[in-house]
């Protein structure tokens, strides 16, 4: 059964601090993976998706990278800001039917 | 309109009430999905609709009935629900015939089964 994990499960962190997502997947037969953003009681909105024949996207101050070999992905947040509180989801994709979510990581970033 | 939508945001409902839930996307996509998120557990892929064919059920009960009589709306029709069957239910849609996949979720319904 495929697993997605995302560590931590709660960060904390002050404004203006770079920080790392992580999320793990166990099956590396992977067609994307895709990282979504979820205010408290919202619907997911699209970050960044990389294609299992990429290693990194980039939007703005956000940058996701995947590493299929070791069944990773990370996204990297540059000078957070207030704004970008909120629970980053990660989710691995094997076809147009197969989508495995991670459980998030729930982003404070501190004014 | 644009993106996806979903209606009600909210429902309230007893156990023994029939109710549907509505979802449409206007991106032009041709797959369509349900997902149930719970307190604390992943989000639950539920059904799959690609070109208005169900491609995925993953053991959901039937009291949940989805109906896609498009590729743009999707319905998903409630009976006889459970106390524990309460929870955002989050529609997305996905073009197949690109090589993404890309899902875009709607805003989602919260339903409370009293």
């Known amino acids: 059964k495929q697993e997605v994990t995302q560590i931590p499960a709660a960060l904390s962190v002050p404004e203006g601090e770079n920080l790392v997502l992580n999320c793990s997947f166990t099956?590396?037969?992977?067609?994307?993976l895709q990282w979504f953003r979820q205010d408290p009681g919202k619907g997911l909105t699209s970050l960044l998706l990389?294609?299992?024949?990429?290693r990194e996207q980039t939007s703005g101050r956000l940058n996701a990278s995947l590493d299929k070999s070791s069944g990773r992905s990370t996204l990297y947040i540059a000078a957070s800001q207030p704004g970008d509180s909120a629970t980053y989801l990660c989710?691995?994709?094997?076809?147009?039917?197969?989508?495995?979510f991670g459980s998030g990581t729930k982003l404070n970033v501190k004014p | 309109e644009t993106g996806v939508t979903q209606t009600p945001r909210h429902l309230v409902m007893g156990m023994t009430n029939k109710k549907s839930l509505k979802c449409e996307q206007h991106?032009?996509?041709?797959?369509m999905y349900w997902y149930k998120q719970s307190a604390k557990k992943p989000l639950e892929l539920m059904f799959v609709?690609?070109?208005?064919?169900?491609?995925e059920n993953n053991s959901v009960p039937s009291r949940f009935s989805p109906e896609c009589p498009n590729s743009s709306h999707l319905f998903l029709h409630l009976h006889t629900l459970q106390p524990e069957d309460s929870a955002l239910y989050l529609c997305?849609?996905?073009?197949?015939?690109?090589?993404?996949?890309?899902?875009?979720f709607g805003p989602g319904t919260r339903l409370t089964v009293t």
């Open positions: 997305a849609s996905s073009s197949t015939t690109g090589s993404t996949y890309e899902q875009y």
């Open positions: 099956d590396s037969a992977i067609y994307n």
């Open positions: 990389i294609q299992s024949s990429q």
């Open positions: 989710a691995g994709g094997y076809n147009f039917n197969k989508f495995y």
């Open positions: 991106l032009g996509h041709n797959a």
């Open positions: 609709y690609n070109f208005k064919e169900q491609t």
